[in-house]
Each structure stands twice: as structure tokens, then as C-alpha cells.
């Protein structure tokens, strides 16, 4: 097995600390910046930031379905972790900020991928599809923070 690791960034146009609340509310934004790939979203437990455990399906393909419950931990005041106690995935969402009035975020997925030619597949594969996936919730949450 070897580590896969998926990561995309992007610049938003708001102060870091508004479009880090943002991702910390799991409640009440967070299921508005969802792409269609995330189904049966639900807060179990908390609902903003650390402590939070949150679940969902992510669909990155039509035949791979990933069964998430994720708990929420933070390494520093710029950045919440997403556990999966499901799987060995790992989600970072990092934000700094680019100025007075913009964030980057990078967000980055890791986990142990499959050995031989699978490996290879998921490793060339899946990180372009959840680059794609993370855009579009990047795109989202860029258009819910400007307003």
C-alpha cells in the first residue's frame, strides 16, 4: 500500500477568518457548499468546528461510494481535520490569509491506497476527480463568503 494524496487550492475574495467559520459550521453552511457527489449528509454530534462528527456517502465515481463518518480535530487555529473512522482517509482543510480580504485555502485528502495495478489506477485517478469534486465546493464556499 501507498499514500494517495489529493490536494486543491484556491483564493477566495473574503478575510480568512469569516471563510474558516464557514467550513467550521457543519450545521448550517458547510451542507449548503455540498456538490452532488455528497449524499445523506448529517451532524451526529457538535455541529461547529472541533468535536463535531459529521457523516455522509461521497460518490467519486458512479461505482465507488465511500461511507464517511468523519470526526473533527484542529491542528492550529488556521486549519480543521476531517478522521474518517471508516477508512484510513484524512481531510485537511487549511486557511490562510492572502491580505486584509483574502483567504487560500488549500484542502488536502489522504489515505492508503491499494496495491499493484489498482493502486496505480487510484493513484493517477482519484486525485483529479476529488480535485474536481473540492473545486466545485471551493467555488461554492467562495460565492457564500463574498456575499
Same mark, same amino acid.
Given at each position: 500500500? !501507498?499514500?494517495?494524496?489529493?490536494?486543491t487550492t484556491r483564493r477566495i475574495d473574503a478575510p480568512a477568518d469569516r471563510v474558516l467559520a464557514a467550513l467550521a459550521d457543519? %450545521? &448550517?453552511?458547510?451542507?449548503g457548499l455540498l456538490p452532488q457527489q455528497f449524499t445523506d449528509y448529517e451532524v451526529i454530534e457538535g455541529g461547529h468546528g472541533p468535536g463535531t462528527q459529521v457523516r455522509w456517502k461521497l460518490h467519486a465515481t458512479k461505482k465507488r461510494v465511500r461511507d464517511v463518518r468523519a470526526v473533527v480535530t484542529s491542528t492550529d487555529r488556521h486549519a480543521l481535520v476531517e478522521s474518517d473512522e471508516n477508512s484510513t482517509l484524512v481531510t485537511t482543510w487549511r486557511v490562510e490569509s492572502d491580505g486584509p480580504d483574502a483567504a487560500e485555502v488549500v484542502v488536502t485528502?489522504?489515505?492508503? /491506497?491499494? !496495491? &499493484?495495478? /489498482? &493502486? @496505480? @489506477?487510484?493513484?493517477? @485517478?482519484?486525485? %483529479? &476527480?476529488?480535485?474536481?469534486?473540492y473545486g466545485e465546493l471551493l467555488d461554492n464556499l467562495a460565492d457564500t463568503v463574498a456575499r
Open positions: 500500500m !501507498s499514500t494517495v494524496t489529493a490536494t457543519y %450545521r &448550517g453552511t458547510r451542507p485528502s489522504e489515505w492508503s /491506497g491499494a !496495491s &499493484g495495478i /489498482g &493502486g @496505480f @489506477f487510484e493513484r493517477t @485517478f482519484a486525485p %483529479r &476527480g476529488l480535485d474536481r469534486i
